[in-house]
């Protein structure tokens, strides 16, 4: 019978055979499947596993907190952190265009992770026991939809750890290859991966990065986290998180409209809520939240957070609109 507790136990039993004394590397995101898959190799192999997260600056607040501290803690992962924050906001000077910044934020991930990785393999790695494994967290629907050749367009350039360099080679472990996602979940729960993390919502490689809507600066991701965190706490105080897929928070940098708040005229920046429903994200619609859920995301955003007078809704499915605004 499928149980997390024996579905983990295999799954670990296989990485131990599979990977032997050699040493294996892990790009941690802080997403679901890149945690969980890390903890089942870690549990397998214990210290042969290295970690590595690229703090980008792109993530949401306590997101790298989550991973270098919670995560950490709470399976005694050997972690490199690498912050490349003020790499990625040279990177993004003066991109504007959504896929500009796709591939640059693209680009400078496998660059930094490249470093990093030959770091690891040098740090850590010897003839006995080279660094000889690259861990994956591909699903099973990823195995699917990558096998079924279905021909689909390219909307938008998703970027993962890929294309590494000749040099650099690695074989490929996949522990949660069979699992489906909330498979997954159930395993990470019962291999002690902490929950926030666990129920984490879909959040994008490129993060905030397309979430601004024009210019990244280091000013402009501090108003999105702000405003972002506080549509978080609401959504998570009403009691929503399992009822939505996931509510991106766009910043329109490079719209202004007039507002009054006390005596004075204000121009400043619009603050987009993309709440949407979904199955596989695929298709979505847009959610009806409460009212009074919104009422309370827009006063304490526009009261709150410097620099943003107006909080508006997307009511738009997906077709025709994508999830993010970019
Ligand atoms: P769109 O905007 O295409 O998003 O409707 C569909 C789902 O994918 C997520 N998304 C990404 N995930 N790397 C990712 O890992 C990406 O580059 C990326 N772009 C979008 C998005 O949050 C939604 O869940």
Known sequence: TWTSENVAQQLIEQVREQVGQDRVLC????????????????????????????????????????????FVEATGVDLVVVDARQRFLTALSGVTDPEAKRKAIGREFIRVFEQAARDVVQDRGDDD???????????????????????????KSHHNVGGLPEDLQFSLIEPLRSLFKDEVRQVGLELGVPESIVWRQP???????IRIVGEVTAERLDVLRRADLIAREELTAA??????????????????????????????????????????????????????????????????????????????????GTIEWE
Request: proline share 6%; charged share 20%.
């Open 27 to 70: 790009a941690l995101s802080g997403g679901v499947d890149s945690s969980v898959a890390a903890a089942l190799v870690q549990r397998a192999v214990g210290d042969q596993l290295t970690c590595v997260f690229v703090d980008h600056g792109l993530l949401r607040e306590g997101e790298a907190a989550q991973v270098e501290h919670d």
């Open 129 to 155: 026991h080279p660094v000889k494994w690259l861990v994956q967290g591909t699903l099973y629907p990823d195995v699917v939809e990558s096998g079924g050749g279905a021909g689909t367009a390219n909307i």
């Open 203 to 209: 959040f994008p490689g490129p993060g905030l990065g």
């Open 239 to 320: 009691g929503l998180d399992r009822d939505i897929w996931q509510c991106p928070v766009v910043l329109l940098a490079d719209v202004r409209s007039v507002g009054v708040q006390g005596d004075g005229r204000t121009y400043g920046h619009p603050i987009v809520l993309r709440p949407v429903s979904s199955e596989d994200a695929m298709t979505a619609d847009w959610s009806r939240l409460p009212y009074d859920v919104l009422a309370r995301i827009s006063s304490r955003i526009t009261n709150e957070v410097e620099d943003v007078n107006r909080v508006v809704l997307d009511i738009t499915s997906k077709p025709p």
